[in-house]
């Protein structure tokens, strides 16, 4: 694992450079920008907050006094963990739970507390946006303080090549309490991993991405264990014979860290619009939570684009065949078992999905793609076409992921 910062001197480079830099070499030169921008309108927004923050803190601690303490150590969950509610579920059924997400504040399970960080968070995003140590280290010291009193045995994190994520491990390491990554999402082979470096344990989807992390000697084999996929899935009926077969394609806001990959992109939808309409399927474009998309419109007004509201469930449901660059939604789609495609004409680096196992089919030209949904429509029948996703790339755990999530941290508490 990397060296945790101990020196003011190089606290800016730990909770924010180091990972910058990796991503910008990855290929996102904009990167910087876009979480400079994000951080300040976040401080923004904190600051309204604080007497919120206070309030929240009250009812923790007196919903606290009326919950019998049990015997298993508490675990404190990051904002981002809160998306597995399997996992939420199956661990609150033997300890007290404190999370940072906001959406926590509506769990109204008994031991399940909701922990407001906003004056932690101000004070290390305007200390990193200052370069002030000072600022820096008045946040890790409130941090160090909510920790003392929440007393967890184990903390869990969705990502640790964050400001906050960085800032949480430095602080647990110094009072001796383990952390935990859940991977949340997948990287790719051919590029650095910058997360899940910190943290003491990763719990991974698969062996694929447990080997990754060994390839490139980043951490101990005992320190990562093979979690499975952490989200909960229903799988979709596959469709058969249609007249009509709705063809999706999955947004990726890769111009968000190049600009210059912005028309790429738009050339890539419209030219999947039209080819679809010359081959009588309809298509739908499903942006990123990241994209503009008030701008995309104005620019592709023929383009059918899904609605905002529309969740990932609901559009799997809806289209027949997904296609994208390297989306983690396009996996989680695949898993679902529907037809998914791989259309890799990006300048950037990516694996290759029918290599993984996670598409029957990964093409590098969009005529390509033309011709293998020529075959699927003289068909019609998806089954013929469609693969499961391997199971070394993604384990599905069994009974759930709650259950072999407690089964883990039994292991390392």
Known sequence: MARIAHESSELNWYLFEESVSMLEQSGYPEHRYSLISAMKRQVALFSKFRFVAKVFWALAKFRRKLVSPTDAPALLLDHETIRYPSILHEASKTTSIYCTGFRSAYYIKKNVFYLPIFGILEALYSGILGDDDDRMNQGIEKLRRVFKEVNPGVIVLGKDNMPVGRAIVLVARQ???????????????????????????????????????????????????????????????????????????????????????????????????????????????????????????????????????????????????????????????????????????????????????????????????????????????????????????????????????????????
Not at 285 to 305: C, I, M, Q, T
Request: include cysteine; charged fraction near 25%.
């Open 175 to 413: 009072l001796g309490i383990p952390t935990v990554e859940i991977q949340h999402g997948i990287y790719q082979s051919n590029s650095p991993l910058n997360t899940g470096r910190y943290v003491d344990y990763v719990f991974v989807w698969g062996e694929y991405f447990k080997q990754l992390y060994l390839k490139q000697n980043l951490r101990a084999e005992a320190t990562i264990k093979v979690l499975g996929y952490p989200y909960e899935l229903q799988s979709l009926p596959q469709g058969h014979k249609k007249q009509r077969l709705n063809v999706y394609y999955l947004g990726q806001n890769v111009e968000m860290y190049n600009s210059q990959l912005l028309e790429s992109k738009l050339e890539t939808i419209e030219a999947l619009d039209k080819m679809c309409k010359k081959l009588g399927f309809a298509f739908t474009y499903r942006p990123h939570p990241g994209d503009s998309r008030a701008s995309l419109r104005e620019k592709l007004p023929d383009v059918k684009f899904s609605p905002k509201s529309e969740t990932l469930e609901k559009s799997s449901m809806q289209g027949d065949i997904f296609i994208s660059f390297s989306s983690t939604s396009l996996v989680e789609i695949a898993l679902r078992g529907k037809l998914c495609i791989q259309l890799r004409n990006y300048r950037l680096s990516t694996d290759n999905f029918e290599d993984l196992g996670i598409c029957p089919r990964s093409f590098d030209s969009i005529d390509e793609v033309a011709g293998y949904l020529k075959d699927i429509g003289e068909t019609g029948d998806l089954n013929q076409f469609y693969r499961p996703v391997s199971s070394k790339y993604i384990e599905i755990p069994q009974p759930n992921s709650g259950t072999a999530f407690v089964k883990l941290i039994k292991g390392i508490t």
